[in-house]
Nanobody
Framework: QVKLVESGGGLVQAGGSLRLSCAAA????????MGWYRQAPGNQRELVAT???????NYANSVKGRFTISRDNAKNTMYLQMNSLKPEDTAVYYC?????????WGQGTQVTVSS
């Protein structure tokens, strides 16, 4: 079993920045693909960014150039640096760990961007 705990969410004005963290308890972090997803009220959960065990990254078009995903395998932690935040970035942000065929989700952290 893998436990994921997100932190770093909060309320920020448009144009501001936040850094989310996802700490993983378990020994498989370094070989897993990790990802950030978000879900706004009334919307489906959507991909924000992913990072493989080798460090390859992928971003949703809506966040390219503004968000940066990274990981520190020594700390079993993944990060999402969010800059130039917009009101439409408001959502609950979830981290996900994937080792096919298994996947695990965190409990989510709220990000609210005011205009």
């Amino acid at each position: 079993q893998v436990k994921l705990v997100e932190s770093g969410g909060g309320l920020v004005q448009a144009g501001g920045s936040l850094r989310l963290s996802c700490a993983a308890a378990g020994s498989i972090f370094s070989i897993a693909t990790m990802g950030w997803y978000r879900q706004a009220p009334g919307n489906q959960r959507e991909l924000v960014a992913t990072i493989t065990s080798g460090g390859s990254t992928n971003y949703a078009n809506s966040v390219k150039g503004r968000f940066t995903i990274s990981r520190d395998n020594a700390k079993n932690t993944m990060y999402l640096q969010m800059n130039s935040l917009k009101p439409e970035d408001t959502a609950v942000y979830y981290c996900k760990l994937v080792i096919t065929p298994l996947n695990y989700w965190g409990q989510g952290t709220q990000v609210t961007v005011s205009s």
